[in-house]
């Protein structure tokens, strides 16, 4: 079940974050994969483990993903996330536009 949604009414087109994998564990290293579930409207489907390098892939092909919290029995929307290239051969997810090249999903749960 999702909050705030209608059963039309879909998310994101590449899916909905709902976990991460660090580099080097429990929060330390930049976000290598994420736990994505497709966003079927009124639903979420299984999540599936994808590689960031693969989400900045599916946004250079106008794909939108955004991020969601379990939270009192249903899935609850976070924020849009864009996939950034940091320049250096990497690739960073924001959600927030301050320009600073750093993944900033610190809200989400590891798995």
Known sequence: MLDSQS???????GGC???VRHEYGARRGRIVDVAVRQDYG???GPAKEMSVT???LATLLKQ???TVIWHDGRWV???EVKAISDGHGGVVLRTVKNGVLVDNLDELPIF
């Open 64 to 66: 939108t993903f955004c």
């Open 17 to 19: 974050i709902c976990a």
């Open 54 to 56: 693969d989400v900045f």
């Open 7 to 13: 059963s039309a009414q879909v998310w994101a087109t």
């Open 42 to 44: 009124p639903q979420l």
């Open 77 to 79: 929307y976070g924020a």
